[in-house]
C-alpha cells in the first residue's frame, strides 16, 4: 500500500516547466488565431458576409479553441502520469 508520503513533492523548477510548456501552446495557436482573424478576415473588404472574412473568422475560432483542447488534453495526461508516481 502506497502513502502519500511515499511520493516526492514537485520541485518549483518542474512547475515552471510545465507552465513553460503551456505557454508554448497557447501562444502558438494564438498567433495562427490571431493571424487568421486579422490578416485573412481583412483581405478585400473586411466586414460579415464577405467570404475572406467568414473564413478569417470562422480559422481563427478553430484556432483557438484546438489550442485549449490542446491545453485540456496535455493537463489531462500529465495529471494522469503524476497519478502513477
Known sequence: M?????????????????????????????ILGAFARYGVANIG?????????????NLAVLFVLTGLTSILIYAIARGIQLSRH
Open 2 to 30: 502506497s502513502t502519500d508520503s511515499d511520493s516526492a513533492p514537485i520541485g518549483v523548477q518542474e512547475i515552471l516547466r510545465e507552465g513553460g510548456r503551456i505557454i508554448a501552446i497557447l501562444l502558438f495557436w494564438g
Open 45 to 57: 473588404l473586411a466586414r460579415p458576409g464577405n467570404f475572406f472574412f467568414e473564413v478569417g473568422y
